[in-house]
Every structure is written in structure tokens, then in C-alpha cells.
């Protein structure tokens, strides 16, 4: 008889050898062709040409592990640093909490470690010596955050207590990666919250999601439906979860930012009371969210197209490029007015590219690849007029602006881009949207690449048919709709919720 653990000594090594296969193909494509070569229909090659092409990541000889490379960690920072800002206003206080969680921590609240148990990676040696207690590497933190808690709050006055933190998680799962959208390790902020009223601790998760928002609509140009999970795609040991959704142009929804409202469920198990204002002990109401490396993975996928990547400009590090155009006899003039454009354009991070042994032309390809949001390009001509030519990345459309005017130009065209980047994300969402009343109907609807709007019941087994029948979709978010005499679309009986069901990552 196999033993489990060779089985899931199999699947990773199998793993590794897909990891290292797709690295080696996408690498060699690189090599090859400049430019991406999948259709974006073909999603899994196109991603993975992009991730290596536009030079986002890397993968590594740890199956489902991936290197952030500059350009997209720098990205990471810049949400971190907005997310931050919002979370200070509502009383967020930034902490860290160690990487490893002992067992004993892990086991106090049975319906989460069951949720977790097949991912958590442990450690139980150093060296060559056993551990006297296996040690979890964290999948998440509440099992080592909340002892602590539970010393720290004594009476109403230390509540709400907020702390957030942002670190990496592990888990193993042995699902196919993909990376930014699932791999074993990734980065997060993972903020708990302690109130004293559950009327608060609801309150608050609308202040979290609304500050996440903020970041991923205005500034990352996402449009996405906030919506209650099923209490089968609820977060293990909480009471219940509501997430930010996104669809992609195939139809496959993305899940961001989370609300978990956990109750009382965590502070029975790790005894986190407090006298209130009578001098009575009470139990606290917890609440976690967080924000992932996976949004990165969100805002590459629905905005970039086959040419490569397009990064709304609120996001870019750099908005501009000034691409010279280079003879030998009005060099020096050229590059004297690419350098008081960078000057002048200093607020967009404006930036010449003086490279001398690549040709034009591959310049222009490279930084349409990386997502340059406007590109400037000037030459002994456009001097002669006193003019540029300037061509956004959204559209590829150019025109021709006077020097004098380019800084007023470059403000409007970004201010488009950005608005525009969210405008094409909601389009392409509300386009993916149909009702079905039958579960016939929704298999048509996700092989029509889209999400379908069900009638359905509470019981978890209907799930279950439902994403057996599907080949894969499930209960994304219970929709507003009101259920009147609707019935279930799996057994029958009379629905409790519309759902909108599809296909995920």
C-alpha cells in the first residue's frame, strides 16, 4: 500500500519538474523572441511569458516558490506604503510575530487547524536533533498572535486593538501553481482586530474593506464586487467571509482583498476577555483582512494584453520614458532637450533611455513589454518643429505635442490611462456576468467562459455536485438578489440565496 506521504512526495516532485519545464520553455522564448508570443486566451503561457519577459519574477528550483524581481516587488512596496497610510488613519498599528507557531498553539481551535492541516509545512529538527514540539511555518497567524492577545487585553480601554502586520506565509498545497495567483509561499499584510461589540467589530470590517478599495480601484484601476462567502468557501473557524472579486477577459475570477469575521470562535479558544464598562468579563469580537502578492498577479492579468505588460500609472515607478533619436552630427541637441524633459516631467519620474548598443525600434518594443506608460520620442526632426512625439501605452495612439505643451499633455494622457485601465476592467466584468436558472443553463454559461447567477441552497453537498458537474466552477459570492420562489438548481428544494457560481484561481 502507497503511503500518503509518498504520494505527496510524487506530486511534488512532479511539481518541480513542471516548475523547472515551463522555466526553461518561457526562458528559451525570451531568449528567442523579444516579445510575448501567446495569445491571451492561452492564459497560463501567456502569464507565465509575461511574468519572465517583462521582468516581474522568476522561477526557483522550490516547486510553487517564485523570486519577485524588482519590478514587481518595487510594486509591492508602493501598496504597502498606500495600504499603510489608510491603516493609520483608522488606528492600525503595524507589528511582528515570530515565523513559527508551536503545535500545541495550532490545535486550540479545531474547526481552523482542520482547515489548514493538509497545507502547513512543519519543522521538526535543528540539525540533527528532533525538536521536543513540531513547529508550524505559519500558514497565517492567528494561532500565534492571539496568546499574546489574550495577555494584553484586559479591560474596554485596551479595545479596539489593531495590529497589523506584513510578512511571508507558507502553504503547501499541491495544487498547479501559478505564480503571483498560487504559490506555497507568498507576501500579505495580515491585520487582527479586537472589538468590544460585535455591532463594532461588523462597523469596522466596512472601514478595512472601504481603505483596500480605495488602493485597488483608484490606484491600481480594478474593478471588482465585494460578496458573502458560502459557509463552505468561508475561512476555517470563522463566523463568516466576505471578498473583493475580479474577472478576467476567460471568464476566471480572481478573489482579493478579504474580511473574516471570526466572532467569538478565536477568543473562547485563546481566552481573550476583558471587563467591559460594568466590570463584567466578556469574550472580544475578532475580525482579520489582508491584501496579497496575488493582487499583483490581479492588476498584471486584467490589464496587460499580448504585447506585454500595461501598469496604470499611479502604479508605475516610472510613467515616462524619453527615447532618443540618435545621429552623430545633433546628438549633443537632442539629448541637451531629453534632459530638461526630464527635468520639467521630474513629478512623473520622467527618465531618459541613453543606451547606445541597442537599436530604436528595440526600445520601443522593450518598454511597450514592461508597461512604460507613455513613452516620448524625440530626433533631429522633431526639434526642427519644436515638438515630440508622445504615444500611450493603452492604446499605442501618437501624437505629435509641442515641447512647450508636453508637460499639460502627459498630465491629461495619464489621468486617462489610469481612469480608463478601471473603466475596461468593469466593462470586461459586467460583460462576464449572465443568469442561469438550471444547472444545464450554467454549464453553457462557464463554457462561454463567464460566471453564471444561481439559485441555490445552504447544503454543502449541493456545492459539491455543482463544482463536480461544472468541472471546476463553485460558489464565488452570494449576490443581493432576493430569493422569492426560486429552487435550488441542484436538488430541488427552495433556494436560501442567488450565488454567482464560475471558475476561479
Given at each position: 500500500?502507497?503511503?500518503?506521504?509518498?504520494?505527496?512526495?510524487?506530486?511534488?516532485?512532479?511539481?518541480?519538474?513542471?516548475?523547472?519545464?515551463?522555466?526553461?520553455?518561457?526562458?528559451?522564448?525570451?531568449?528567442?523572441?523579444?516579445?510575448?508570443?501567446?495569445?491571451?486566451?492561452?492564459?497560463?503561457?501567456?502569464?507565465?511569458?509575461?511574468?519572465?519577459?517583462?521582468?516581474?519574477?522568476?522561477?526557483?528550483?522550490?516547486?510553487?516558490?517564485?523570486?519577485?524581481?524588482?519590478?514587481?516587488?518595487?510594486?509591492?512596496?508602493?501598496?504597502?506604503?498606500?495600504?499603510?497610510?489608510?491603516?493609520?488613519?483608522?488606528?492600525?498599528?503595524?507589528?511582528?510575530?515570530?515565523?513559527?507557531?508551536?503545535?500545541?498553539?495550532?490545535?486550540?481551535?479545531?474547526?481552523?487547524?482542520?482547515?489548514?492541516?493538509?497545507?502547513?509545512?512543519?519543522?521538526?529538527?535543528?540539525?540533527?536533533?528532533?525538536?521536543?514540539?513540531?513547529?508550524?511555518?505559519?500558514?497565517?497567524?492567528?494561532?500565534?498572535?492571539?496568546?499574546s492577545y489574550s495577555k494584553w487585553i484586559r479591560?474596554?480601554?485596551?479595545?479596539?486593538?489593531?495590529?497589523?502586520?506584513?510578512?511571508?506565509?507558507?502553504?503547501?498545497?499541491?495544487?498547479?501553481?501559478?505564480?503571483?495567483?498560487?504559490?506555497?509561499?507568498?507576501?500579505?499584510?495580515?491585520?487582527?482586530?479586537?472589538?468590544?461589540?460585535?455591532?463594532?467589530?461588523?462597523?469596522?470590517?466596512?472601514?478595512?474593506?472601504?481603505?483596500?478599495?480605495?488602493?485597488?480601484?483608484?490606484?491600481?484601476?480594478?474593478?471588482?464586487?465585494?460578496?458573502?462567502?458560502?459557509?463552505?468557501?468561508?475561512?476555517?473557524?470563522?463566523?463568516?467571509?466576505?471578498?473583493?472579486?475580479?474577472?478576467?477577459?476567460?471568464?476566471?475570477?480572481?478573489?482579493?482583498?478579504?474580511?473574516?469575521?471570526?466572532?467569538?470562535?478565536?477568543?473562547?479558544?485563546?481566552?481573550?476577555?476583558?471587563?467591559?464598562?460594568?466590570?463584567?468579563?466578556?469574550?472580544?469580537?475578532?475580525?482579520?483582512?489582508?491584501?496579497?502578492?496575488?493582487?499583483?498577479?490581479?492588476?498584471?492579468?486584467?490589464?496587460?494584453?499580448?504585447?506585454?505588460?500595461?501598469?496604470?500609472?499611479?502604479?508605475?515607478?516610472?510613467?515616462?520614458?524619453?527615447?532618443?533619436?540618435?545621429?552623430?552630427?545633433?546628438?549633443?541637441?537632442?539629448?541637451?532637450?531629453?534632459?530638461?524633459?526630464?527635468?520639467?516631467?521630474?513629478?512623473?519620474?520622467?527618465?531618459?533611455?541613453?543606451?547606445?548598443?541597442?537599436?530604436?525600434?528595440?526600445?520601443?518594443?522593450?518598454?511597450?513589454?514592461?508597461?512604460?506608460?507613455?513613452?516620448?520620442?524625440?530626433?533631429?526632426?522633431?526639434l526642427e518643429k519644436n515638438q515630440v512625439v508622445?504615444?500611450?501605452?493603452?492604446?499605442?495612439?501618437?501624437?505629435?505635442?509641442?515641447?512647450?505643451?508636453?508637460?499639460?499633455?502627459?498630465?491629461?494622457?495619464?489621468?486617462?490611462?489610469?481612469?480608463?485601465?478601471?473603466?475596461?476592467?468593469?466593462?470586461?466584468?459586467?460583460?462576464?456576468?449572465?443568469?442561469?436558472?438550471?444547472?444545464?443553463?450554467?454549464?453553457?454559461?462557464?463554457?462561454?467562459?463567464?460566471?453564471?447567477?444561481?439559485?441555490?441552497?445552504?447544503?454543502?453537498?449541493?456545492?459539491?455536485?455543482?463544482k463536480a458537474e461544472t468541472k471546476g466552477a463553485?460558489?464565488?459570492?452570494?449576490?443581493?438578489?432576493?430569493?422569492?420562489?426560486?429552487?435550488?438548481?441542484?436538488?430541488?428544494?427552495?433556494?436560501?440565496?442567488?450565488?454567482?457560481?464560475?471558475?476561479?484561481?
Open positions: 500500500m502507497v503511503k500518503k506521504e509518498e504520494v505527496k512526495q510524487e506530486k511534488d516532485q512532479k511539481g518541480i519538474t513542471a516548475d523547472k519545464e515551463l522555466s526553461k520553455s518561457v526562458h528559451q522564448s525570451a531568449k528567442d523572441q523579444k516579445g510575448i508570443t501567446a495569445d491571451k486566451d492561452d492564459f497560463s503561457e501567456w502569464f507565465a511569458e509575461l511574468m519572465i519577459k517583462a521582468d516581474l519574477a522568476d522561477y526557483t528550483d522550490v516547486s510553487g516558490c517564485i523570486v519577485f524581481k524588482p519590478s514587481s516587488y518595487e510594486i509591492w512596496q508602493k501598496i504597502q506604503v498606500l495600504v499603510d497610510e489608510r491603516f493609520k488613519k483608522l488606528g492600525v498599528r503595524n507589528s511582528y510575530f515570530p515565523l513559527f507557531i508551536p503545535e500545541k498553539y495550532l490545535n486550540k481551535e479545531k474547526e481552523h487547524v482542520e482547515g489548514f492541516s493538509p497545507e502547513v509545512a512543519w519543522v521538526e529538527k535543528a540539525g540533527d536533533t528532533k525538536l521536543g514540539e513540531r513547529l508550524a511555518v505559519r500558514p497565517t497567524s492567528e494561532t500565534i498572535m492571539y496568546p479591560s474596554w480601554r485596551d479595545l479596539p486593538l489593531r495590529y497589523n502586520q506584513w510578512n511571508n506565509v507558507v502553504r503547501w498545497e499541491f495544487k498547479h501553481p501559478v505564480p503571483f495567483f498560487r504559490t506555497r509561499e507568498f507576501l500579505w499584510n495580515e491585520l487582527h482586530t479586537v472589538c468590544a461589540t460585535e455591532k463594532e467589530s461588523i462597523a469596522e470590517g466596512k472601514m478595512v474593506i472601504d481603505a483596500y478599495n480605495d488602493v485597488t480601484e483608484n490606484y491600481m484601476g480594478l474593478y471588482g464586487v465585494y460578496g458573502r462567502k458560502t459557509d463552505r468557501e468561508k475561512f476555517a473557524g470563522g463566523v463568516f467571509s466576505e471578498k473583493v472579486h475580479y474577472i478576467m477577459a476567460n471568464g476566471k475570477v480572481l478573489e482579493g482583498c478579504p474580511f473574516h469575521h471570526d466572532g467569538q470562535n478565536f477568543a473562547k479558544a485563546y481566552d481573550i476577555k476583558f471587563l467591559d464598562e460594568n466590570g463584567k468579563e466578556q469574550y472580544g469580537w475578532q475580525n482579520t483582512y489582508a491584501i496579497s502578492t496575488r493582487m499583483l498577479g490581479v492588476m498584471f492579468a486584467i490589464h496587460s494584453d499580448e504585447k506585454g505588460l500595461i501598469i496604470p500609472p499611479k502604479m508605475a515607478l516610472n510613467s515616462v520614458v524619453i527615447v532618443p533619436i540618435l545621429f552623430e552630427n545633433t546628438k549633443d541637441k537632442v539629448l541637451k532637450v531629453c534632459d530638461e524633459l526630464v527635468k520639467e516631467l521630474k513629478s512623473f519620474n520622467a527618465f531618459v533611455d541613453k543606451r547606445e548598443n541597442i537599436s530604436v525600434g528595440f526600445k520601443f518594443n522593450e518598454w511597450e513589454l514592461k508597461g512604460m506608460p507613455i513613452r516620448i520620442e524625440i530626433g533631429p526632426k522633431d508622445v504615444v500611450r501605452r493603452d492604446t499605442f495612439k501618437k501624437e505629435f505635442v509641442k515641447i512647450s505643451d508636453v508637460k499639460k499633455f502627459v498630465e491629461k494622457s495619464l489621468d486617462e490611462i489610469q481612469r480608463g485601465l478601471f473603466v475596461k476592467s468593469k466593462e470586461i466584468f459586467l460583460s462576464k456576468l449572465a443568469d442561469a436558472n438550471s444547472l444545464e443553463e450554467l454549464k453553457k454559461v462557464i463554457e462561454n467562459k463567464k460566471v453564471g447567477l444561481v439559485p441555490l441552497c445552504k447544503q454543502e453537498s449541493c456545492e459539491e455536485v455543482l463553485k460558489a464565488l459570492w452570494i449576490d443581493n438578489k432576493k430569493v422569492k420562489s426560486e429552487k435550488c438548481i441542484i436538488c430541488g428544494k427552495k433556494a436560501d440565496y442567488f450565488v454567482y457560481a464560475g471558475k476561479s484561481y
